[in-house]
């Protein structure tokens, strides 16, 4: 760090090493207060971008492009580094709109919001596996490492590619803390207190829509941080949003980084996709929530 290693590892440090890192620095922030403001706005614990299709949503729309374009433009290249948050913006926000009209009945309910959610990522996530089974040998397995979640790009243009995105929704996700807030009192609470409610429900959502979509194009389909982070920073620092939706970015940067490191030690001679690592430890989290809500 302070310049006294040997030249290789050095360059093993920051060439491989520090970028790695710092995606799933910024990946795990986003996923978490991703899932956060979607837990705020559905008032459901069970909410989770991952969980109610958004991230199958964008994963569809890079698989696509993957398809049609990554024997074109190549993998890894300038190009396609820094079209990808654009294609999976696309297919979060395709995702959140189809789950929201499907969802709406006379309101939102929670627990029509996490059943449609699911029955949306299943027909997604069916189709990003037709279009993988049509790739390439390569493609193909490029594909179903980043559907199962993997921080794969170990190079500063990934970071530089998906920078801008958390720039800018990282710190407006925390500046709407106050809002998240007051909505918790419930609707006709918030319109009491003076707050467009829908108008600020539309621009929370398009916010963990972009933070999410931004994740899966660089880390691909990594879910249950967005469920786990908010409920351990609640569990810490209460439910106020402008202690825990910070804290629940702290703490999915840690399971992101932890699981990361689970991912490389495991097998000696080969890498275990991280979003593996984390469902195996999400899974039975979200059960155990399923069983305390009511």
């Not at 837990?39 to 971008?49: E, F, I, M, T």
């Not at 967005?226 to 910070?246: D, E, F, N, T, Y």
Request: one cysteine or more; a positive charge; charged letters at 10%.
């Amino acid at each position: 760090m302070v310049g006294l290693g040997a030249e290789d590892q050095s360059v093993i440090l920051f060439e491989f090493r520090m970028p790695r890192m710092v995606i799933a620095i910024l990946v795990g922030s986003a996923l978490a207060m991703s899932g956060a403001i979607l837990q705020g706005l559905s008032r459901n614990p069970l909410a989770d971008p991952g969980i109610i299709g958004i991230n199958a949503g964008a994963g569809l729309t890079v698989v696509v492009f993957v398809y049609f374009f990554f024997g074109k433009v190549g993998t890894g290249t300038f190009l396609s580094v820094f079209i990808l948050p654009f294609f999976a913006l696309v297919g979060a926000i395709l995702a959140a709109v189809i789950i929201y009209l499907l969802a709406w009945k006379d309101g939102i309910s929670s627990t029509r919001l996490i059943l449609v959610g699911i029955a949306v990522a299943a027909g997604f996530g069916a189709v990003s596996l037709i279009f993988s089974m049509k790739m390439t040998s390569n493609d193909f397995r490029f594909a179903t490492i980043w559907l199962a979640g993997s921080l794969w790009g170990t190079d500063w243009k990934f970071v530089l590619s998906v920078l801008p995105w958390m720039v800018i929704f990282l710190p407006l996700a925390i500046s709407k803390a106050h809002i998240l807030n007051v909505m918790n009192l419930g609707d006709s609470t918030a319109v009491g207190l003076g707050v467009n409610v829908e108008k600020e429900r539309r621009k929370l959502l398009f916010i963990a829509v972009c933070l999410a979509g931004a994740s899966v194009a660089v880390a691909g389909g990594i879910g249950f941080i967005g469920l786990m982070a908010p409920h351990l920073a609640r569990s810490l620092v209460g439910g106020k949003h402008q202690i825990m939706l910070p804290t629940a970015a702290l703490i999915g940067t840690f399971l992101l980084l932890f699981a990361d490191v689970i991912s490389r030690s495991v097998l000696p001679t080969s890498e275990i996709p991280v979003g593996l690592v984390i469902s195996v430890i999400g899974a039975p989290y979200f059960i155990y929530l399923l069983m305390r809500t009511k």
